[in-house]
């Protein structure tokens, strides 16, 4: 019964009903209406990857599944990872750790991509841009502590550390990432479908299907 965040419905609109603080079960009703609503509105064809579809949704579907479960029990692991493999069924692949760099690098949609934010050349011109706030620039206000680096990417054969790197003048920043302003932002990766399923399926005591996955 306690309050979490408001459900916006009306962008804009400041009115008592728009900004009211709701319980988590009410925020999960929203949520999974308005998912359904738009599954049965969506496309199978999966080739834009910058306008939701109906991979990209039942990939939501499965994130908001997955960390409702520890709030509303195991059934949740199994709605999950229905969503989860529906959505892996309509295509997609795991990328290399050669293809990972390269996609980052590129800014485009990537071979793993399933939904992007998309930025074009004439947006962020500020410093309200990924670019601006990652990049050796005049902004450039987020930047890696060493100590943290060396935790998380303490195998040195982990592909993502080789993305944070010191810049020119030797301050560690993520400089594989975002290396435009036009760069879109990743917002599901076919990778996500694949975990979610896998630790769904273990939730589930589908041990021997969530290794298949994670062996993906």
């Known amino acids: 019964t306690s309050l979490t965040v408001p459900y916006i419905t009306v962008y804009g609109a400041i009115t008592e009903e728009n900004y009211t603080r709701l319980?988590?079960?009410?925020?999960?009703?929203?949520l999974e209406d308005d998912l359904a609503t738009a599954e049965s509105l969506a496309s199978n064809n999966i080739s834009t990857k910058v306008k939701f579809n109906k991979q990209s949704i039942l990939g939501l579907k499965?994130?908001?599944?997955?960390?409702?479960?520890p709030f509303f029990g195991d059934?949740?692991?199994?709605t999950a990872l229905d969503n989860a493999?529906?959505?892996?069924?309509?295509?997609?692949?795991?990328?290399?750790?050669?293809?990972?760099?390269?996609?980052?690098?590129?800014?485009?949609?990537?071979i793993n991509s399933v939904f992007e934010l998309q930025f074009l050349?004439?947006?962020?011109?500020?410093?309200n841009s990924l670019f601006q706030i990652y990049s050796n620039s005049p902004y450039g206000d987020v930047f890696a502590a060493q100590n943290v680096k060396d935790v998380l990417f303490a195998d040195a054969n982990d592909i993502?550390?080789?993305?944070?790197?010191?810049?020119a003048n030797g301050t560690l920043r993520n400089q594989g990432k975002y290396l435009n302003r036009a760069?879109?932002?990743?917002?599901m990766r076919f990778e996500e479908l694949v975990l979610t399923a896998a630790e769904a399926a273990f939730r589930t005591g589908n041990t021997t299907t969530a290794l298949d996955y994670v062996n993906q």
Do not use: C, W
């Not at 319980?23 to 929203?30: D, G, P, R």
């Open 121 to 127: 050349s004439n947006d962020n011109l500020a410093v």
């Open 85 to 110: 493999t529906q959505a892996i069924a309509l295509g997609g692949q795991v990328a290399t750790a050669t293809e990972f760099v390269s996609i980052f690098e590129s800014g485009e949609a990537g």
């Open 62 to 69: 499965a994130r908001v599944a997955l960390y409702m479960a």
């Open 183 to 187: 760069d879109n932002v990743k917002i």
């Open 23 to 30: 319980t988590l079960a009410e925020i999960k009703a929203k």
């Open 160 to 167: 993502r550390g080789t993305l944070v790197y010191d810049d």
């Open 75 to 78: 059934a949740e692991y199994t």
